[in-house]
Structure formats: C-alpha cells, structure tokens
C-alpha cells in the first residue's frame, strides 16, 4: 500500500513541477513624467499567461539601482489580473526624487544617462501552487532630458 501511495504522490509531483507557469519579461524603461517631486519611470512588462482563467497579480515589488546604489524601491499592491491565454502589458511606474540625481552627478556627467539595473518581483495567486513570484532584471542606460526637452 506505501508503494502505491508513493507511486501516486511521485506522479503527481512530477506532473505539477511540469506544468506550464506564467512567464514575463522586462521590455522597456523609458522616462515617463518630470515634475516637482521627481521623474517617473515606466517600466513595461509583458506577461503571457497560459491558462484559461485570468490571474489575479498580488503584488508588484520593484528596486531600481545606480552605481551600486539603491535609488527607488517599493511595491505596487493589486496591479490588476493577467488575461486568460493571453498576453498582457503591465506598467510599473518608478519615482526617483531629485535628490537622489543630484546625489548621482558623476554618472551623469560623463554620458547625460544613468546607468541602471531594474530588479521587479511580480507575485502572483495561482491555483495549486499558491503565492509565486517570478523575478525579473535588467540592466540598461537611462536617458535624462535637457533642458530643451523640458522647456520647449
């Protein structure tokens, strides 16, 4: 009876380690909005979800590096639900006081860009397997406006 059991139990870690879990990728860091308090990033991820019922996203966790350094970090909670069978384009808004530009001068001297490293967790609810987060990173060059950008 134990072999049996075992049998059952191996069969069906194995058929729930193999099945199919969400993917996603990083596909864009652009500058988004410049204002009093910051600048704003967005970030653009493409998540494919393969099952025929939408996901619920619990949480999005983001960290945004510059020379080693933390600069921006911090979570948005309940972004919304990915699309069944689909794919779907989630933005991830990141705001960086000035600050921590200003803190920042010797990168940005040398090119105007900040060299970055963008760390996102998208923690998601899915059935059988409970919490799970997919960790997503890229590395990259931010470019900064002008002042012609700005003003004109």
Request: glycine share 6%; hydrophobic share 40%.
């Amino acid at each position: 009876m134990s072999e049996l059991l075992d049998k059952a139990k191996n069969f069906l870690a194995d058929k729930v380690a193999n099945m199919e879990k969400p993917e996603a990728s990083i596909t864009d860091v652009d500058l988004g909005h410049v204002g009093r308090d910051g600048i704003q990033y967005d970030a653009k991820v493409s998540v494919t979800n393969p099952y025929n019922v939408s996901i619920p996203i619990c949480e999005i966790s983001y960290t945004l590096k510059s020379a080693d350094r933390v600069i921006a970090s911090g979570t948005i909670p309940d972004p919304g639900s990915l699309k069944a069978n689909d794919s779907t384009m989630l933005d991830v808004a990141v705001k960086v006081p000035h600050s921590i530009l200003v803190s920042l001068v010797r990168d940005i001297g040398a090119d105007w860009d900040i060299d970055y490293e963008l760390e996102l967790g998208l923690t998601m609810d899915l059935p059988l397997f409970g919490n799970f987060t997919i960790p997503l990173s890229q590395k990259g060059e931010i470019k900064l406006p002008t002042l012609k950008d700005l003003f004109f």
